[in-house]
């Protein structure tokens, strides 16, 4: 943050040049974040699996971004991580879903849910923080689910990794706390991305998200991302060991 930044009161300071990394972000929230991220003047990193993707990611943003072709469940990315200069915010991003009823629960798909949504986020996590303590500072968010906080029909994996990313976020929250590292959640209800598209195509699934969310619409990538702002800039600074729910009123019922 330059000397013009620090002279603003908080709620008035953004991320200009800061370094931001997404996870996830050739797709969906992730690259809605990474958008915002660095229309608002972040230096950000997106790392995605799909080369395409992040190159066309890199032709709609409106300020350069750095692509990374990276699997979040390998070791590269978290060598790639650490050795970075400076790392002022992490979005974890990356993760997927695979709705089954419990009984029918493939040991693949949980698995596979595992590995991703929890295992790979904590490794992702371990290694931005890693570069953020030569600093004393830094925004970790990671990306949760209003699954995190309710239970769900036919999500019984999906809803246990959001559960412990939101246990995750409140533990480092208060060992790194200390050491100047904010660690916070989004939870999201259903926002219409390429994961949630063929669920909300129901009729019928679609009519009860909507029964559930009362501001009486679907969340837009948009929403997300605008939350991912506010925890990524000094605004929160104080902001720590929470989950910020972007979800229309659906968990307080």
Known sequence: MD???QELPVWARGVEGQVALVTGAGRGLGRACALALAEAGAAVVAVARTEADLHSLAAEAR???ETWVEDVT???LLRRIERLDRLDVLVNNAGTNRPQPFPEVTDAALDQLLDLNVRSAFRVARSAARVMLRRKSGSIIHMSSQM???GA???TVYCMTKHAIEGLSKAMAVELGPQGIRVNAVAPTFIETPMTRPYLEDPAFAEFVRSMIKMDRFGSVDDVAAAVLYLASPASGI???T???VDGGWTAH
Do not use: F, I, K, N
Request: zero cysteines; proline letters at 5%; glycine letters at 20%.
């Open 3 to 5: 000397g013009t930044q």
């Open 63 to 65: 300020r350069p971004v």
């Open 74 to 76: 390998g070791e590269a």
């Open 148 to 150: 995190g906080h309710v």
């Open 153 to 155: 029909v036919e999500r």
């Open 239 to 241: 902001v720590t060991g």
């Open 243 to 245: 989950s910020l729910r």
